[in-house]
């Protein structure tokens, strides 16, 4: 279920296959001035409260992802579809999951093309409401934002200045080519990790080797890419990373961040290595509200 100040965005663009949309809270200034907005994906015209697991099992992988991630997914297509599946079942038994439908796939609605930063996470939140499809990141209406964002905020302010954020809304940094990416799309809610092993490592794995080999513009080598691993779990994807540049520290939760996550300044040497590649920065900042 969407949060009240979550929406639906959909525009198109100029072509005539160009369709493009992005899910989650959107503000009235962007409903108005997004009109030339680069492909990315367009949902059926359903409304968004309605759309379901079962649906999202039933639908074309085009119409689940951007285009060409549905191309770097088509090999482990019947183990999405498996894993959709078994949701629409947890579903129908009355088991919550998350996140919401609408935000199950959220992190492959940009395009693959565009990745320039890969951050890997674990499985979502599992408390309701926070889940939002993108690793570490909650809804912009959450209070209070969860510990293990809130620690990213510390690090990110002590590595380059950047004031933390009330909101946990990371939309900025995804829309700049960060792909934040959990290895598992889904969680019971109240249970976590209780989807592992229903088929989510297969498609994650493939989308990640996916970022890691894509050529460069010039033919020769692996176009640029900076991945950061925070954890034992994150760290498990580095031989499916072929020669990218990787940033690896502790994890954020309560629990590890004073063993090795504060003071590796992550933000800071991710820019550094993306302008080393000739593939400008990220900015960092987030906006003070959502």
Not at 91 to 98: E, I
Request: glycine share 10%.
């Amino acid at each position: 279920m969407l949060r009240p100040n979550d929406g639906v965005v959909i525009w198109r663009g100029a072509g005539a296959d160009a369709v493009c949309g992005r899910m989650g809270a959107v503000s009235n200034s962007e409903l108005h001035s997004e009109s030339d907005s680069d492909a990315l994906f367009e949902l059926e015209p359903v409304a968004a409260d309605d759309l379901s697991f079962a649906d999202l099992a039933r639908r074309p992988l085009s119409e689940l992802v951007a285009p060409d991630w549905a191309e770097a997914l088509a090999p482990v297509e019947a183990q999405l579809r498996e894993a959709l599946t078994f949701l629409a079942g947890e579903a129908a038994a009355g088991h919550g999951v998350l996140p919401a439908p609408p935000n199950l796939l959220r992190a492959f609605r940009q395009p693959l093309a565009g990745v320039r930063v890969l951050v890997v996470g674990q499985d979502p939140y599992p408390t309701p409401g926070h889940a939002v499809g993108l690793s570490f990141a909650v809804d912009g209406a959450t209070r209070p934002i969860p510990r293990s964002l809130a620690n990213i905020y510390k690090e990110l302010q002590a590595d380059l200045g950047v004031p933390p954020r009330v909101h946990g809304d990371l939309s900025r940094w995804a829309e700049q080519g960060v792909l934040l990416l959990n290895r598992v799309l889904s969680v019971r809610a109240g249970a976590a990790g209780s989807h592992r092993n229903k088929g989510w490592e297969s498609v994650t794995a493939t989308a990640i080797r996916a970022v890691a080999d894509r050529p460069s513009a010039s033919g020769t080598g692996h176009a640029p890419l900076v991945v950061i691993l925070w954890g034992k779990d994150a760290e498990s994807v580095r031989p499916l990373l072929g020669s990218a540049a990787v940033i690896a520290s502790a994890h954020p939760s309560p629990l590890s961040a004073s063993r090795g996550f504060f003071g590796s300044r992550p933000f800071s040497r991710a820019n550094a290595l993306l302008q080393e590649q000739g593939n400008g920065t990220v900015d960092w900042e987030l906006p003070p509200l959502p």
